[in-house]
Structures are given as structure tokens and as C-alpha cells.
């Protein structure tokens, strides 16, 4: 069993900035992807951005392109998303997800994690 927990959430205005941290506790020796995905009021759960540890390659909703950075700390076992230039609409609650091989599903899809925290609200406001 995998733990995560996500950090880093809070209230910032149009245009700021803020970075969430993901801890992962446990058996994370088997953890290959580790990614966020975002739930805003009333809409289903959507995928943000990921990355796959060993090889690097990240991937990125187009909603957040050039705004939204992914990237793994010094420990393997944490990611970051750094937003930057967040908007009214990047108001969510945020979720860390792992995935272990062998993959599900595309790593762009929740079917792909079956470790997931509890979340972190992110609001911005205009």
C-alpha cells in the first residue's frame, strides 16, 4: 500500500502562483508514475499533469500548458506541480495520484492510479 499526501493548497489571487508537494509513504518501491488530477464543484475529475519517475517524460493537460510545471524532488519518492499564472477556472481540489506497472490504462486516465490522496483545495480568485 501506497500513502500520498498533498501539501501546499490555499487561496491566491488571478495571475499568482502557488506549488503542491506530494509525499509518497509506504511500498513505493514499485512506483512508476506519479501525477495530479483536479476535481472543481460539480464537475467530474480531470487530469492535469504526470510523469513517469525513472525516464522523465511529463505530460500535461492542454488546459495547463506552459503554465503548470511537474517535476520530481531530490527524494524519489515526492513530485511537485508548480502553477503559475492560475485563473479562476484552475479552482479545484487537487489529487496525487501512483501508479505501479503494469500500467491499466493510459497515464493520462484515473484507471491508470491506484494510489490516489486525499486532496489539497487550491481557489483562486479574481
Known amino acids: 500500500q501506497v500513502q500520498l499526501v498533498e501539501s501546499g493548497g490555499g487561496l491566491v489571487q488571478a495571475g499568482g502562483s502557488l506549488r503542491l508537494s506530494c509525499a509518497a509513504s509506504?511500498?513505493?518501491?514499485?512506483?512508476?508514475?506519479m501525477g495530479w488530477f483536479r476535481q472543481a464543484p460539480g464537475k467530474e475529475r480531470e487530469f492535469v499533469a504526470t510523469?513517469?519517475?525513472?525516464?522523465?517524460?511529463?505530460y500535461y493537460a492542454d488546459s495547463v500548458k506552459g503554465r503548470f510545471t511537474v517535476s520530481r524532488g531530490i527524494e524519489k519518492d515526492t513530485i511537485y506541480l508548480q502553477m503559475n499564472n492560475l485563473k479562476p477556472e484552475d479552482t479545484a481540489v487537487y489529487y496525487c495520484?501512483?501508479?505501479?506497472?503494469?500500467?491499466?490504462?493510459?497515464?493520462?486516465?484515473?484507471?491508470?492510479?491506484?494510489?490516489w490522496g486525499r486532496g489539497t483545495q487550491v481557489t483562486v480568485s479574481s
Open positions: 510523469m513517469t519517475l525513472f525516464s522523465g517524460p511529463t
Open positions: 509506504g511500498r513505493t518501491f514499485n512506483t512508476y508514475v
Open positions: 495520484a501512483a501508479a505501479e506497472p503494469p500500467l491499466r490504462a493510459p497515464i493520462q486516465t484515473e484507471r491508470a492510479y491506484a494510489n
